[in-house]
């Protein structure tokens, strides 16, 4: 058995906890069997749940930190505050204290950037979708800038929010730029 030498924590919403389609066809699933093929070593641990907002994911964090002790913490929420109406600034204290939390803990952190409909409202919307950014920026943490670029829509699920299980490999390589230099 090949020794991991590393460990990625995606913590995510149903988007990463592969909603409506098989585990095994997510993007963190097709993730580990790429590390996998590639001789890494590297252990990733899926730590998503459907329903989960900026709020659960900090609260979750630290025992995951303690738990799992990741090097690179790949934290993927938001979509479910927006869905919500939350407050951006609520959201980006969120975020914030989730990416200072794990860089305190040595981790290396990537930040996934969401949209929410435009039914939420134009400026709600924008306010939205440049969270991500402040939050990298502020935080010197890494992001990808949106989770769904390259996205059409026959990649989403009837539901009009859940990527199909083809759009995962569309997911996968938007991270996997980011991540990569990550990587021992």
């Not at 592969?18 to 730590?47: K, M």
């Not at 305190?104 to 979708?129: C, K, Q, T, W």
Request: net charge negative; proline share 4%; aromatic share 4%.
């Amino acid at each position: 058995m090949r020794e991991t030498n590393q460990t990625i924590l995606v913590l995510g919403d149903s988007i990463s906890a592969a909603y409506g389609i098989q585990r095994a066809q997510g993007w963190v699933a097709r993730l580990e069997a790429r590390l996998d093929q590639r001789g890494r070593g590297t252990r990733v641990v899926n730590a998503s749940a459907g329903g989960w907002t900026t709020k659960d994911g900090l609260a979750q964090l630290p025992r995951l930190l303690d738990v799992h002790r990741p090097d690179v913490v790949i934290i993927e929420l938001g979509g479910n505050d927006g869905l919500r109406g939350t407050p951006v600034h609520s959201i980006r204290a969120n975020l914030v204290t989730m990416v200072e939390t794990a860089k305190l803990r040595g981790a290396r952190v990537i930040v996934v950037g969401m949209d929410v409909s435009p039914n939420m409202g134009h400026r709600y919307r924008e306010e939205f979708r440049d969270v991500y950014t402040e939050v990298a920026d502020t935080s010197k943490a890494a992001l990808v800038p949106s989770l769904f670029a390259g996205f059409d829509e026959t990649m989403l699920q009837d539901d009009d929010i859940h990527p199909t299980a083809e759009a995962q490999s569309v997911i996968l390589d938007n991270i996997w730029p980011v991540l990569q230099p990550m990587l021992r």
